[in-house]
């Protein structure tokens, strides 16, 4: 993969002019006093609703509020349709082209999927270039999302099961208000339409690698680009918005018993993609405690299990084992996966750490179906143990680690982060 005036690494598709574009306006939209009257204003509507019982998890508040905002310069600073590019954020903290970014998490983001963003709008004809870039492409969703600034509501999606690739995994997407008339590889834009969010579900984070996708309107722009003014008044307003769907979130977690899951529920109605599922709670373990989990795959071509702070932001899952995916996952005897989230390192292979969090929130997500659906009942139960009392509650057929592999899995995490971000 060779880099070129617009993809700016040999090695990490993510390092893009427009990236570099988008973070440098981002930047500057951050502190802009309109977003700078958002952000206490933000902040103040959550402490008031937050404070009285969730007081004794105040302390990761300021950095979820920093991520917060960070989200909404970014998307403001990619908000623009008439001159579309390509966006990559929902990420932890990082350097980006000799700088430090803020993270942009939210919502109960996903360490496997590479979240990109392309603003659209009705009316104007785009399309999209993209190629496959590894051996084992990643399952890829292109979803197009209806202009409501607190939350994400799904009009339509393209998979990657459904679409037609060229020689070298090359593709075109055409997106523009006509009928697909036998284009596969087509999304039609609909009234209220303002962006494409792209999602790449990466396996092996060593060996898997988001496609290089660009975009070009074919229609001319009909206007100067967006200034700060105008992408700043839309992020304040859109962080404002936020603020009652995200208390939302978090209020339907906290208000669960804890340890407790919820079953296996579609996603779509709030944002998720459709046709994926999702299980889940929220978590009180102890240091002398540990949650044993048992599930199957029911025929997802993607899956990963994920802990989260009790505001909706992936704990640190670079260093730390918070997540693993179906790739990263050693299935039991059976078929079947445990997975044990705690404190202390169990020895075995599906370890969730706790990273010393009194409170969490797990998910598990299932997607991509290659028959649209289940091929079978997804099955998920989860158990609260003593951790003493761990290996009279672990499955016989499940797979154990020692040290030194867990190391290996450490320095494989930390080295399929660092190439989200080289090059750039």
């Given amino acids: 993969m060779a880099s ?44 008031w609703v937050m404070a009285a019982d ?74 999209i270039y993209g190629q496959e870039t590894c051996e084992t492409p990643p399952s890829v969703t292109f979803t197009l999302l209806e202009d409501r600034q607190a939350s994400s509501v799904v009009m339509s999606t393209l998979d990657s099961i459904d679409m037609e690739f060229g020689p070298e995994g090359a593709f075109t997407i055409t997106v523009d208000p006509s009928p697909a008339n036998g284009r596969r590889n087509h999304i039609q834009t609909r009234p209220g339409c303002y962006a494409i969010w792209v999602r790449d579900a990466l396996g092996d984070w060593a060996t898997s690698s988001p496609n290089r996708i660009r975009v070009h309107r074919l229609d001319p722009p009909g206007r100067l680009p967006l200034g700060d003014d105008e992408m700043a008044n839309w992020g304040a307003k859109a962080a404002l918005d936020g603020v009652y769907y995200l208390y939302y979130l978090t209020r339907t977690s906290w208000l669960m018993e804890p340890n407790v899951m919820r079953p296996p529920t579609p996603t779509a109605a709030l944002g998720g993609m459709p046709g994926q599922f999702s299980a889940g709670g929220r978590l009180q373990i102890g240091p002398d405690e540990a949650l044993v989990v048992n599930l199957n795959g029911a025929g997802a071509l993607f899956r990963n299990i994920v802990l989260t702070d009790p505001f909706w932001r992936t704990l640190d899952y670079c260093s730390r084992q918070t997540s693993l995916n179906a790739g990263q996952s050693a299935a039991d005897a059976d078929g ?9 390192d169990p020895g075995i292979h599906n370890w969730q750490d706790a990273c010393g969090e009194s409170e969490l929130r797990l998910s598990h997500r299932w997607q991509s179906f290659p028959m649209g659906e289940p091929e079978d009942e997804i099955r998920f139960a989860a158990k609260l143990v003593k951790f003493a009392d761990l290996e009279s509650e672990l499955p016989a057929g499940v797979r154990r680690i020692d040290a030194a592999g867990r190391q290996r899995q450490i320095a494989q995490r930390e080295d399929g982060c660092r190439l989200r971000f080289s090059g750039s």
Wanted: net charge neutral.
């Fill in 4 to 47: 070129d005036m617009y993809f700016l690494s040999a090695r990490n598709p993510l390092a893009t002019v427009d990236q570099r574009h988008i973070e440098e306006a981002a930047l500057r939209v951050l502190e802009h006093p309109a977003m700078q009257a958002a952000r206490l204003q933000a902040g103040q509507l959550f402490r």
């Fill in 54 to 127: 969730m007081s004794h998890l105040m302390s990761r508040f300021d950095g979820f509020l920093d991520e917060y905002m960070f989200h909404y310069a970014m998307r403001a600073a990619g908000n623009d349709p008439a001159y579309p590019r390509i966006m990559h954020f929902m990420s932890p903290p990082h350097r980006s082209f000799g700088r430090d970014v803020p993270g942009s998490r939210w919502g109960g983001d996903s360490p496997d999927f590479i979240y990109r963003s392309v603003a659209t709008s009705f009316g104007p004809r785009y399309e």
């Fill in 336 to 344: 079947t996966y445990t997975y044990v989230v705690s404190h202390r």
